[in-house]
């Protein structure tokens, strides 16, 4: 299968029927070895282009996950960025909110972590939280301390889609460009992997029960997901469906999208002046006597 990244872009003001979006595609894979090479192929190219952002100083770049339990994330983050320095690359997991964070607005938390410039900033989880498990189980809305109780949700919901993208336009023109990935499991995929958390004992450590509540609410996260994607797909801050039931697959798109959101800033690392290459030229004759 030929990647075509445009075949995971939600286009800005569709609308998002994920019973209709693929889990798995074919493979853009031949074989294991293949899968190997084109990866590390990848991972090169990306550390090429984040040393490029870095010396620039032009732009930044976040990269943002969202999906249900068990769908990839962190095996996506560990594989595809593995050849990234880690001076220019900081990740971020957001859990529940503390104490703290429920004091201010429910952008705060995240803004205060967003990637300076020259530097790739990748959220696990993000603040798109607030539009998912928070519509997902009211509760958690409720006990946020809004001013005032709104006469419906909807007004609720549309008032942070329009946060949010009204957020994502500020960066962007602002120089940092944002990716958003969902990554899109199957029930039944997910099923498999709780039972591999179970059965190896390596992997004991990743599950909770946690894990079996929230996968009774699958229909509504579901719901959930296809109205934040609708609603925050813009042209300069996609959202990027990616088929996760394949890992591999996944891990392979996803380094594609990333690759390409940087090698579309047409970088270069900063010119060196006449005077600059005149104090060089003099340095290094010193150095070669």
């Given at each position: 299968m030929k990647l075509d990244i445009r075949d995971f872009r939600i286009d800005e003001g569709s609308k998002v029927d994920l019973g209709k979006w693929p889990t798995v595609v074919g493979r853009?894979?031949?074989s294991r070895d293949d899968y190997h090479e084109i990866l590390a192929d990848h991972v090169a190219q990306l550390s090429i282009q984040q040393q490029l952002l870095y010396a620039s100083n032009q732009y930044s770049v976040l990269l943002i996950f969202q999906a249900m339990d068990a769908a990839g994330k962190d095996g996506i983050i560990r594989h595809v960025m593995s050849g990234v320095n880690p001076?220019?690359?900081?990740?971020?997991?957001?859990?529940?909110?503390?104490?703290t964070e429920l004091q201010h607005d429910f952008l705060?938390?995240?803004?205060r972590d967003l990637p300076e410039r020259g530097r790739?900033?990748?959220?696990?989880?993000?603040?798109?939280?607030?539009v998912l498990i928070a519509r997902v189980h009211p509760d958690i809305l409720r006990n946020e301390g809004l001013p005032n109780k709104p006469r419906n949700d909807k007004v609720v919901w549309h008032s942070r889609y329009?946060?949010?993208?009204?957020?994502?336009?500020?960066?962007h023109d602002n120089g940092t460009r944002i990716v958003k990935f969902f990554l899109h499991l199957s029930k039944e995929e997910?099923?498999?992997?709780?039972?591999?958390?179970?059965?190896?004992?390596?992997k004991n450590w990743k599950f909770s029960m946690a894990d079996i509540e929230e996968r009774q609410y699958w229909k509504q996260y579901m719901k959930a997901y296809e109205?934040?994607?609708?609603?925050?797909?813009?042209?300069?801050?996609?959202?990027?469906?990616?088929?996760?039931d394949d890992k591999e697959n996944a891990r392979l798109i996803v380094s594609q999208v990333i690759l390409n959101t940087l090698r579309n800033l047409k970088m270069r690392y900063p010119a060196t002046s006449e005077s600059r290459k005149r104090d060089l030229l003099a340095?290094?004759?010193?150095?070669?006597?």
């Open positions: 853009v894979y031949k001076q220019g690359c900081q990740v971020f997991s957001f859990k529940h909110p503390s104490a705060w938390r995240t803004t790739i900033g990748i959220f696990n989880r993000s603040y798109y939280e607030e329009r946060s949010i993208v009204d957020l994502e336009r500020h960066l997910q099923r498999k992997r709780f039972l591999d958390r179970i059965d190896e004992p390596e109205k934040c994607l609708s609603a925050t797909s813009t042209h300069d801050a996609p959202w990027y469906a990616v088929p996760a340095i290094r004759e010193q150095l070669s006597t």
